[in-house]
């Protein structure tokens, strides 16, 4: 992401989605990340911290959708496998990329959770749809809509609700710890 | 002209010599029966005369009556061999006379001697024995004898002794042409085989000349390759003596070069340290700017700047990345490269020092080749040698064959008829001229050479 990005961002891109929880014609900024072949848009008013992927340990008896934890800046925090949560499976086709994986902590409230990003590409402008029906069914309820970009389709994340639907399939409602050095 | 056999010779000359024999034989026989039956008739003469004159001695003495006289010879009336009796009185008359035939005049021998005496007249021996009386001569008695009844004699023993003679000559003969078949036999047969062998081994001395001659020619093209072989072997030892010194370089250029390749990978493995280095800083630049860019993001329009600024710090850093990347791509390029080239120049040694034994091995195969070619050319001089050796020693070998050719010839016809003779001594001629013909060019030919 770059000035090209955020000038990208202030052409509105065309999007199509289910009714704007972020009140009527409201721009957001969002960060576009991609895992393996699909992008997602998540506001970065959502995104804590972008950190280097590190050591992710597995956590015993953890859903599938749990990677484990990592410590980020000295905090412990939950890996969520993006790509289980949306697609269903285990891994989506990667793509080769420049930079090294990513973690971008999202927060909602005192909840914080970390997805793996294979690459960053930037931040642009979002202009969600007021009252917009949803186009599939079978959507994910954090996926809030779709826009194209640059002939890519990009899925914008609901962080509260993607961290609410993962916390709430791990069973874990107690927010992330500070870890001792 | 022709020519007598030894066999016919052999049997001339043992009938001339039976021949001779039997006739000095014969001869000897009847001249000694001639003298034997001579003699016996003169002693029969003289003794009968002898007895006559004491017989007729008184009558002469007594001058009796000649028939009285006449019956004292009655007794040897008759006799075969006398021929006439005369007796003759002391003074020369004829007392009595008396003939067995009608003589002619003067045929009888009437004179007086006073002792006995024989003589030879004609085919009469006459026989003349004085008539004595009391120690006195009163006449001469002569008698004369016919000889037929020898010559008979002589005639049979003669036919006996001829027919004797005939019978050894012809034995003899027979003998002889036994004798000199036994002899001449063998030797023809040996004449005849000497023939065969000494043509034998005068086309035999012509073959080996031939082959001789062929020898030497052959030893002067192998000597003559044999030089070029020679030539051709120092060639290569030259060229092969360049090749080695080449592939020698070659080994020592091909392990600077793979000594070079390896100290350009430990570099390129160094600049690859370093290129991770920087691509780690870069990372961290990215991560750093692109959270400063979320924090800008995150401060509204006061922070708008500041994420411009970390926008393009990021886009800086995502180049570096991308230009680390590709000189990754290089380097990973490069050191498959290298690695190919180390490989090639290891296999460029390993060709090199085995084209450095390869020369040395070739160095070494054509020295002995060399070697070998120069003793070969030595053995070619020496079999030269020795072939012309034998070349002499075949037209020795050829001239006394041509010899044993004519000796063998001659001996066969000395031995053998002529008419057997002849086209054996053309064949001997024509393969003698053949022999010396072919000697003559391998001399000329080996002169030649």
């Known amino acids: 992401m770059n000035a090209e990005a955020v000038a990208i961002g202030a052409t509105k891109p065309a999007v199509s989605g289910r ?35 590190s050591w992710v340990t597995r956590v015993p008896t953890a859903p599938s959708h749990i990677l484990g934890v990592a410590t980020v800046r000295g905090r412990l925090v939950t890996v969520v496998g993006l790509e289980r949560l949306v697609t269903g499976v285990g891994t989506l086709s990667r793509e080769n990329s420049a930079t090294l994986p990513r973690l971008v902590v999202m927060r909602a409230d005192d909840y914080e959770m970390a997805v793996v990003a294979d690459s960053i590409q930037g931040m642009t402008e979002y202009q969600p749809v007021p009252d917009a029906e949803p186009t599939q069914a079978d959507v994910p309820p954090f996926i809030r809509g779709e826009f194209d970009w640059r002939g890519r389709r990009v899925s ?26 | 002209m ?31 029966q001639r003298t034997i039956a001579s003699q016996a008739l003169e002693t029969r003469a003289k003794g009968l005369s002898s007895i006559l004159a004491k017989l007729i001695a008184p009558a002469v003495d007594l001058d009796l009556d000649r028939s009285q006289a006449e019956n004292s010879l009655a007794a040897i009336k008759g006799h075969k061999d006398l021929i006439y009796v005369a007796v003759l009185k002391a003074d020369g008359s004829v007392y009595l006379r008396h003939s067995e035939m009608h003589l002619s005049s003067g045929s009888e021998l009437l ?18 024995e004085p008539i004595r009386s009391n120690g006195k001569d009163i006449g001469t008695l002569a008698a004369g004898f016919s000889r037929q009844s020898i010559e008979r004699e ?34 023809l047969e040996l004449a005849k085989r000497l023939t065969r062998l000494s043509q034998d081994l005068a086309g035999l001395a012509r073959s080996q000349e031939t082959s001789s001659s062929q020898q030497v020619s052959t030893i002067d093209e192998t000597r003559g390759t044999m030089e070029v072989m020679l030539a051709s072997a120092q060639q290569i030892a030259e060229s092969s003596s360049v090749v080695l010194g080449n592939a020698e370089r070659s080994v020592t250029g091909n392990r600077d070069v793979a000594h070079r390749i390896l100290e350009l990978n430990n570099h390129a493995e160094r600049v690859a340290e370093i290129l991770a280095a920087i691509m780690q800083v870069a990372d961290r630049t990215d ?53 190919s080239a180390v490989q090639a120049g290891q296999e460029g040694v390993s060709l090199s020092e085995e084209t450095t034994r390869s020369a040395r091995d070739i160095a070494l195969v054509t020295q002995q ?13 020496d079999m030269a040698a020795t072939v012309s050796e034998a070349m002499s020693s075949t037209r020795q070998t050829a001239a006394t064959a041509q010899d044993l050719v004519h000796a063998a010839l001659h001996l066969d016809r000395l ?15 024509h393969a003698g001229h053949e022999g010396s013909a072919s000697m003559g060019q391998g001399a000329g030919e080996s002169r030649a050479r």
Request: hydrophobic share 50%.
């Open chain 1, 19 to 53: 009714k704007c929880p972020f009140g009527e014609a409201a721009t957001i900024t969002l960060m576009l990340l991609r895992l393996g072949k699909r992008w997602f848009g998540v506001d970065v008013q959502s995104i804590e911290d972008v950190a280097l992927k």
């Open chain 1, 156 to 181: 914008v994340l609901d962080a509260p609700l993607l961290i609410a639907a993962a916390a709430k399939l791990a069973g874990v409602l107690s927010p992330s710890e500070e870890v001792e050095p």
């Open chain 2, 2 to 32: 022709r020519t007598l056999g030894l066999r016919t010779k052999l049997v001339v000359t043992f009938t001339g010599l039976f021949l001779a024999f039997t006739l000095v034989f014969a001869w000897y026989l009847i001249e000694r």
């Open chain 2, 111 to 128: 004179e007086n001697s006073d002792t006995t005496r024989v003589e030879q007249r004609g085919e009469l021996l006459h026989v003349l």
């Open chain 2, 154 to 187: 002589i005639q049979t023993s003669t036919r006996t002794v001829v027919g004797f003679s005939a019978a050894i000559l012809v034995i003899g003969f027979l003998v002889a042409w036994v004798f000199s078949g036994t002899i001449a036999r063998p030797m």
């Open chain 2, 287 to 339: 991560l750093l700017a692109l959270n400063a860019a979320l924090e800008g993001t995150k401060a509204g329009e006061a922070g708008r700047g500041f994420t411009l600024v970390a926008a393009e710090m990021r886009r800086l850093a995502e180049s570096v990345m991308e230009s680390v990347a590709g000189i990754r791509r290089l380097m990973n390029d490069m050191r498959l490269a290298s690695q």
């Open chain 2, 369 to 381: 080749q060399r070697k070998a070619t120069e003793q070969v050319g030595r053995s070619m001089d």
């Open chain 2, 415 to 429: 031995v053998g008829s002529s008419s057997r003779v002849q086209p054996s001594a053309d064949r001997a001629d």
